[in-house]
């Protein structure tokens, strides 16, 4: 079992930046690939970044690249998504996850393989 705490959420300006941090416990960290989700106000939740069990390789949906950047903290058992030069359309509750069996990790797009939720952060870019 592993529990996730998501934080760093607010209120910004278009143009500025904002980062998320998400806590792991309850088992070795180091053993999930961990992913960040959003979920705009009555849409479905939809990919943002996703980062190995090493740290070593990253993916982004097309929307944020250059923009946002994940990282993880294996020590701190901390994910993080760096977002800047953040848009309204980034507007949405930020949600942490993490997957436990890497043969599945082929579909990181996918919620589904996700074995672990947080319970998400609030994001709101205005104009």
């Known amino acids: 079992q592993v529990q996730l705490v998501e934080s760093g959420g607010g209120l910004v300006q278009a143009g500025g930046s904002l980062r998320l941090s998400c806590a792991a416990s309850?088992?070795?960290?180091?053993?999930?690939?961990m992913a960040w989700f959003r979920q705009p106000p009555a849409k479905e939740r939809t990919f943002v970044a996703s980062?190995?069990?090493?740290?070593?390789?990253?993916y982004y949906t097309d929307s944020v690249k250059g923009r946002f950047t994940i990282s993880r903290d294996n020590a701190k058992n901390t994910v993080y998504l760096q977002m800047n030069s953040l848009k309204p359309e980034d507007t949405a509750v930020y949600y942490c996850?993490?997957?436990?069996?890497?043969?599945?990790?082929?579909?990181?797009?996918?919620?589904?393989?996700?074995?672990?939720w947080g319970q998400g952060t609030q994001v709101t870019v205005s104009s």
């Open positions: 996850a993490a997957n436990r069996d890497g043969r599945s990790w082929y579909a990181y797009r996918d919620p589904i393989i996700y074995d672990y």
């Open positions: 309850g088992r070795t960290f180091s053993d999930y690939h």
């Open positions: 980062i190995s069990r090493s740290g070593s390789t990253t």
